[in-house]
């Protein structure tokens, strides 16, 4: 029998994401005695890859504020392309939305009925990046190594008891561990180990939205811009290149993302409406046989492509929502991506993690040895982070309630773009950051729920008339006005966003 070696540190965390590591090497930094398990190995496959502007600055402030200067070039494209060329990226320069239609070829006007490209950067330089998570991920884990940080991978825990600080029995190649900590942080993304642990359960009832997605990484996906200019559609008064941008493609059923890569590869899925029932029990080769033939242009943008090697097939999820029922207990907490997830539609994923990250640490470092005090942040941390999912799916539900109606879409999606900028503005005047996306703001709160109630009218008829879409985007446009900088809804700029994102 082997002998279980015993190893004792102040926190513990499990998960070895970009978001596990930053907590891992912000802990260190504060004087922790810190050890990071991964139950994997790196590289490996992940996905969640599309930054935003708000996750740029976040990586900058931590980059600062814990000494971390190497993390800083990894926040806009050009400095990552300066320092790092070897660890793969692509260029994201906004957001940008087709809408397509069952059986017709993909049109457009020349007002863009059915194209919104929103850019969020001013250049390529400023840029926002799409981030190969094989590679990203197995920096971060380089540098917690390089720090001296405690790195465990395949490393697996099989329990736990807290009596009064943790024991976790853990499992990796050819040897038995006891960890001994006093906190433990759940960093894995999925509310797996925390059921298993301590029986802390995690729902999807809550959630207005229901979507799962089937998605890979291919090789030889073809450039859109390039089937635009087959149809002989024009892009010249496009603000950016759609390719280099998190492009979706709106459909009846969901939506699509396309990622590029600097090494030629595209991250490629379909995020589909749970509600769909021409879609339940579907195999996955046959359910994604069934969507590219239902798009042609769809079906054009994948024929010549191949699969990447990794992951080498095509993944099917099951219903994408969930929440934990704790965010926290006695002697552990759970980052926001393992509390609960959405839906990837506006790429909040990194900048909510980061923003939990932020938040866990400093409660850590603070309150570390008072337990009293610990509880009550604690309690702070987990009502924000379920306060964020819950403005997270009613934005991200309004958009697949509308994606039929791509007009409505359009106006439904400018309350995400509006307060998206206010809470960029929040940040850049250095106010405390509060809850993620203003989630602690009644008037971002109030502007989505009633606009809910407003939508939810018009979309239970069958085919909303044009005065209805008319009257709809007035009353989106006149309630995001005090916090609209950017001419969102503005009818001169015809869905074309030059730039939204504040001044970075």
């Known amino acids: 029998m082997r002998e279980t070696q015993h190893h004792h540190y102040d926190i513990l965390v499990a998960g ?26 790196h590289p490996r496959f992940a996905i969640g890859e599309s930054s935003t502007p708000v996750a740029d600055m976040q990586l900058r402030d931590i980059a600062v504020k814990y000494n971390l200067p190497w993390l800083y070039d990894f926040s806009r494209y050009g400095s990552w392309q300066q320092s790092h060329p070897e660890i793969v990226c692509g260029l994201k320069r906004g957001f940008s939305f087709f809408k397509h239609y069952p059986g017709k070829d993909f049109i457009t006007d020349a007002d863009h009925k059915n194209e919104l490209l929103v850019a969020a950067s001013t250049d390529d330089i400023q840029s926002d990046t799409n981030w190969l998570r094989a590679d990203f991920d197995a920096f971060l884990v380089s540098k917690v190594k390089e720090t001296g940080i405690t790195y465990l991978d395949l490393t697996k825990i099989t329990s736990g008891k807290r009596t ?36 802390v359960k995690s729902a999807s009832d809550s959630f207005l939205t229901d979507s799962f997605a089937v998605y890979s990484h291919f090789n030889g996906v073809a450039r859109w811009t390039d089937i635009l200019k087959k149809a002989c559609i024009t892009t010249d008064d496009f603000p950016y290149d759609p390719d280099n941008s998190a492009l979706h493609q709106i459909l009846d059923e969901g939506w699509i993302w396309m990622l590029r890569f600097n090494d030629k590869r595209t991250s490629f899925g379909f995020a589909l409406s749970g509600r769909e029932q ?30 990447a090697h990794a992951p080498g097939k095509i993944i099917q999820t099951g219903r994408l929502q969930r929440k934990i029922a704790n965010c926290f207990g006695p002697g552990w907490a759970a980052l926001p991506h393992t509390a609960g997830f959405v839906d990837p539609l506006f790429s909040s994923g990194i900048a909510h993690s980061l923003a939990g990250v932020q938040k866990l640490t400093v409660i850590l470092k603070e309150n570390f040895n008072d337990p009293e005090s610990l509880y009550t942040d604690l309690k702070k941390y987990e009502d924000a982070v379920f306060a964020e999912l819950k403005l997270i799916d009613r934005l991200v539900a309004g958009c697949y309630l509308t994606m039929a109606h791509f007009e409505i879409f359009n106006a439904w999606s400018m309350l995400y773009f509006a307060a998206t900028i206010a809470y960029e503005q929040r940040l850049l005047q250095k106010k405390p950051p509060g809850y993620f996306l203003g989630a602690d703001d009644t008037y971002i709160t109030d502007m989505v729920q009633e606009s809910y109630a407003d939508l939810l009218e018009i979309i239970d008829c069958q085919q909303p008339s044009d005065e209805d879409i008319k009257r709809f985007t007035k009353l989106v446009r006149e309630r995001i006005k005090p916090i609209n900088t950017a001419g969102l809804l503005n009818p001169s700029f015809k869905n074309m966003y030059r730039h939204t994102a504040a001044a970075l």
């Not at 596990?20 to 398990?37: D, E, N, P, R």
């Open 164 to 199: 009064p600080d943790w024991e976790f029995e853990c499992t990796r190649p050819g040897e038995t561990l006891a960890i001994h900590t006093a906190f433990f942080i759940d960093a894995t993304g999925n509310g797996i180990l925390l059921d298993q642990l301590l029986g």
């Open 16 to 41: 070895g994401g970009f978001a596990g590591s930053l907590t891992a090497l912000i802990l260190h930094s504060q004087g922790f005695k810190v050890c990071l398990i991964e139950k994997d190995q």
């Open 278 to 307: 021409s879609l339940k029990g579907l195999q996955t080769d046959e359910l994604w046989d069934i969507m590219c033939k239902k798009y042609p242009a769809i079906n054009n943008i994948l024929k010549d492509s191949k699969l």
